[in-house]
């Protein structure tokens, strides 16, 4: 008998952290950082509900920080096992983590607090880090584990576990195909058990076909209306895709040539990682890097990587596309923007991801005609445009049709990496069509499979 305990994740989009324990093998899935208003939650320092000593391994989905940001927390409080992920994984998760590190060091001076860990428990985890190529299996106590590409990140990967002849998938995220870079998830047909995520469990994003369109639409009426196009993306995978889009359009003619700045010292970085490893990317992509050229590099863009480069954005005249995080406007340099641009009516901001509950984006994104930046309040009279297209989740029914293909395999199933309405709305929906056993686990419960 395996059990599985929802330590993160669980009705709730951050924190993603989910143990297997055999009774003879304890392997741990992620070991996320919580992230709700503040970016270091009260919960990211409380104590593991399980003894980290006793963990035999962590396999890692991805490098976002809700799925990396307490291993080396993990590690301070006794872990000494192996943690596994594919290779651009265990970079990205480097860059993030001593980037959030930095976060956690001005979050503790400003608001006082612990420091859950150093530089010294980062060099450790990298230590313990090994990178496996996708379907490359590895034994630990009595599971067999592969990594499968899930097309959510640059090395995003599906946990699978093989136990007494029996398959539990942790998809971790997944992604939303067809992405302008990578390849489409693989497809999972014999899963006895799934933990499945459902960000957007009860929601259809606008068409993949308008996506385009629909940028290069608000591009050039922000470029007409002589304003400021604020993107406030993610570092990792947004960031990235949003330069190859925007790099067509123009070598295409579709859309002006204006400056493009790429505010973040986080992206910057995590791009020439995306260029070592282009061979994950997908065949379309590859073709037309090949005939246009690296489009991290096109003329149009600036990497603006000190804060005097960041100030310097403000002496450029409008027109002008600023790229910056953090995703959600909860920090990063994206907000200094948004606090000088947001009053201005001819500019827009266009959110491009999902924005938890209680994020300064999703207020902006629910109507909030004024806003608090750095202590100031601010107006909100820019144009504000919502782009769920390029979303790196799959919608409802893009969940669904994962779901059918191991149908006839599947026992039970658990939704993660949701608020509740969408993980409970994805739950019914399973047992209402498909008559399968599916739960919407909460943080700290325990299943048996």
């Known amino acids: 008998m395996v059990k599985v305990s929802f330590y993160g994740a669980a009705q709730e989009v951050t924190g993603s952290c989910f143990l297997f324990d055999s009774g003879k093998t304890k392997i741990l899935v992620d070991c996320g950082m919580f992230q709700c ?105 009595d599971f067999s584990v592969r990594l499968l590409d899930s097309g959510h990140i640059l090395g995003s990967a599906m946990i699978e576990f093989t136990f007494q002849n029996k398959k539990i998938v942790v998809t971790g995220d997944l992604g939303n195909p067809p992405t302008p870079l990578l ?11 799934l933990l499945i995520e459902a960000t957007y469990g009860n929601r259809e994003h606008d068409d993949r076909n308008f996506r385009k369109l629909k940028l290069e639409r608000v591009i050039e009426g922000t470029i007409k209306n002589g304003g400021v196009l604020m993107m406030p993306a993610f570092s990792l995978e947004r960031t990235q895709e949003l330069l190859f889009e925007i790099y067509d359009l123009m070598e295409s003619k579709r859309i002006p040539s204006v400056p493009i700045f790429l505010d973040s010292p986080l992206a910057i970085k995590a791009s020439a990682i995306y260029k070592k490893y282009e061979s994950f990317f997908n065949k379309e992509a590859l073709l037309k890097i090949k005939s246009m050229g690296d489009f991290f590099s096109f003329p149009a863009i600036k990497a603006t990587f000190t804060t005097e480069e960041s100030k310097a954005i403000n002496d450029v005249k409008p027109p002008k596309i600023i790229i910056a995080g953090s995703g959600m406007s909860n920090g990063g340099r994206i907000i200094h923007h948004e ?64 779901i059918e293909k191991t149908r006839d395999s599947l026992e039970k199933l658990f939704t993660t990496h949701s608020e509740a309405d969408s993980g409970l709305f994805m739950v019914q929906r399973v047992r209402d069509y498909m008559g399968k056993v599916a739960y919407a686990p909460r943080y700290g419960e325990t299943y048996e499979l």
């Not at 035999?56 to 192996?82: C, M, N, Q, W």
Request: aromatic share 8%.
């Open 37 to 141: 208003p503040r970016f270091c939650d009260l919960r990211s320092q409380e104590k593991f509900q399980f003894d980290p000593k006793k963990v035999a391994a962590v396999f890692v989905t991805h490098a976002h920080v809700d799925h990396t940001g307490r291993i080396p927390k993990l590690i301070k409080e006794g872990f000494s096992g192996k943690i596994f992920s594919t290779h651009p994984t265990r970079e990205l998760a480097r860059l993030m983590l001593e980037d959030s590190l930095g976060v956690l060091e001005k979050e503790r001076k400003r608001e006082g607090g612990v420091l859950i860990y150093g530089e010294e428990d980062i060099a450790r985890a990298m230590e313990f880090w090994h990178g496996l190529g996708y379907h490359e299996k590895v034994s630990v106590g």
């Open 183 to 193: 390849r489409d998830p693989e497809e999972v047909t014999d899963a006895n058990f």
């Open 339 to 402: 606090r000088r641009y947001l009053p201005n009516p001819h500019s827009t901001l266009m959110l491009v991801g999902y924005q938890a509950a209680g994020s300064m984006g999703r207020m902006i994104q629910d109507g909030a005609r004024e806003v608090t930046i750095l202590g100031e309040s601010v107006p909100v009279r820019a144009k504000i445009e919502t782009l769920h297209g390029y979303s790196a989740h799959p919608d409802r029914e893009q969940l669904l049709a994962f």
